[in-house]
């Protein structure tokens, strides 16, 4: 069966060509170009991954994406950004994306970066097992349900969100190789989805705060270790 995409982009000429190169790379695609029509669309169609611009009038990408969530917290969401708009890119990651690419692109880049999200995805659920539960101080990560339970308050996560924070309760108080993260979550180590880690590993410590004893510590030229006092 072929993967379904959404691609939501209000630059008609080359949304169009887009469209045309994944289905020729055996995607099925829905191509819109505006807010309103995305969220339409995803209200009534399935789909394995959107593809959204976030500089479109009336209701930009930011926005539909976190309708998007609000509907499927587990729809994968690559971003199309502007080359020089670092804040979007930092934004995008804190809303949950799980990737981004900078205009202008290469369709053979984004082809590449689509088959590794579906990957991943594809992964995650085929190691799925009944229970796969982790205490972490005093919280509680379900990396099926991608929760993270604190007393009478579950945080949802975002699907690297819950990976990442998975990979770390299993390296607890060892270190989790910073390469190592890189390719079991993107497919690769490249230096952009470095500082995407770098934003994950910042907002993992901002979900955990509320457990004083526990810390995510910089391992420098190494990777990251998780502490729990």
């Not at 670092?86 to 202008?104: F, H, S």
């Not at 929760?147 to 108080?173: G, P, V």
């Not at 500082?195 to 910089?218: G, H």
Request: charged content about 30%; aromatic content about 6%; some cysteine.
């Amino acid at each position: 069966m072929k993967p379904k995409i959404l691609l939501v982009d209000d630059e008609r000429q080359f949304s169009a060509m887009t469209k045309e190169y994944l289905e020729a790379k055996n995607h099925e695609v829905s191509l819109v170009h505006s807010g309103d029509a995305g969220l339409h669309a995803f209200q009534t169609q399935e789909f394995d991954l959107c593809i959204l611009d976030i500089r479109m009038p009336m209701k930009d990408g930011f926005t539909l994406a976190a309708e998007i969530r609000a509907i499927n917290g587990h729809t994968p969401i690559i971003f199309l950004t502007g080359m020089q708009e670092k804040e979007d890119r930092i934004k995008g990651l804190t809303l949950g994306a799980d990737d981004y690419i900078t205009k202008p692109f290469s369709m053979e880049e984004l082809s590449l970066r689509i088959q590794n999200i579906l990957k991943r995805v594809r992964y995650a659920v085929a190691e799925k097992t009944v229970s796969e539960k982790y205490d972490v101080g005093k919280y509680q990560l379900d990396a099926i349900s991608r929760e993270l339970r604190f007393q009478d308050n579950i945080i949802k996560l975002t699907a690297i969100e819950s990976r990442l924070l998975q990979m770390l309760t299993e390296h607890q108080n060892g270190v989790l190789d910073r390469e190592n993260a890189l390719k079991r979550i993107w497919g690769d180590d490249h230096f952009l989805h470095g500082r995407s880690l770098n934003v994950y590993v910042s907002k993992l410590r901002q979900l955990l705060r509320q457990d004083e004893r526990i810390e995510i510590l910089n391992v420098h030229g190494v990777g990251y270790r998780l502490v729990v006092k």
